[in-house]
């Protein structure tokens, strides 16, 4: 079955940074557009960057633009975000996402088709 299992959350000071990790199995990674997403208490959950199979293309949102770099190995059926800067506004339990139906703009949660159950970021001093 398809598994996403994200890691590499945790505790960092504002301006840290942190890596975080989604390993999947399961999907044809290498034909999987990969999405991140972020939800912070009492919020929905919120866009924060996507990465195409295709062409290694990337989308981030506003906020965090110029900050975090999503990256994949497709080899290793991995993907990545690096978050630098990092700010309290930041803190949030990460989700990483599989989109294979190829539908809809990248930055909808709809788009997706499968899961991580996510890590938690939390940004404090």
């Known amino acids: 079955q398809v598994q996403l299992v994200e890691s590499g959350g945790g505790l960092v000071q504002p301006g840290g940074s942190l890596r975080l990790t989604c390993a999947t199995s399961g999907l044809t990674f290498s034909r999987s557009n990969m999405g991140w997403f972020r939800q912070a208490p009492g919020k929905q959950r919120e866009f924060v960057a996507a990465?195409?199979?295709?062409?290694?293309?990337?989308y981030y949102a506003d906020s965090v633009k110029g900050r975090f770099t999503a990256s994949r190995d497709n080899a290793k059926n991995t993907t990545f975000l690096q978050m630098k800067s990092l700010q309290r506004e930041d803190t949030a339990v990460y989700y990483c996402a599989a989109d294979f139906s190829w539908g809809r703009p990248l930055s909808q949660l709809d788009a997706y088709d499968y899961w991580g159950q996510g890590t938690q970021v939390t940004v404090s001093s």
């Open positions: 990465i195409r199979w295709k062409d290694g293309g990337t």
